[in-house]
């Protein structure tokens, strides 16, 4: 973040000194960027009466608890070799699609990979990390 943070305040000020179009793209162009991977990055798992509500700092997902067939705690060892199809890693967290060997094609939603949950509905495996895996669990049985 600081070495962003920098970059773009650097661009931003050779911009303003030279008074280079080009400069002043890249700046924003640089702080929009960041702003986007901010906003999709994930923020939360909350779940309802009738929905699990996958939370991100701007906007966020709900699935149908109906639709909820299995959840269950993963290793970080389930996630090797997996590969990145159209998600982001590291900078905000982890999220987008994914493939594995060991899971097939899965979305994530994490901020940490040491506490992670897959939850499996009709055809589609999202993976989420949360403080407390074992309450998650517990909740959705309870409201299952």
């Given amino acids: 973040m600081v070495i962003v943070a920098t970059v773009i305040a650097l661009t931003g000020a050779a911009a303003q000194a030279e008074r280079s179009l080009f400069f002043a793209t890249v700046s924003v162009g640089l702080a929009a960027f960041f702003t986007a991977l901010f906003a ?15 939370r991100r700092r701007w906007g966020g997902i709900p699935r149908h608890l109906d639709a909820l067939t299995a959840a269950r705690r993963i290793a970080i060892h389930e996630l090797e070799y997996s590969i990145r199809l159209v998600s982001v890693g590291g ?45 998650l669990l517990a909740l959705l049985q309870v409201q299952r």
Wanted: charged residues 25%.
């Fill in 40 to 54: 999709l990055s994930p923020n939360g798992v909350e779940v309802g009466d009738e929905v699990v509500y996958i």
């Fill in 91 to 135: 900078v905000f967290g982890w999220y987008g699609t994914f493939q594995s060997p060991k899971l097939g094609e899965f979305k994530m939603f994490a901020t940490r990979l040491d506490r992670l949950v897959l939850l499996e509905f009709h055809g589609e495996r999202i993976v989420v990390s949360v403080d407390e895996p074992d309450a």
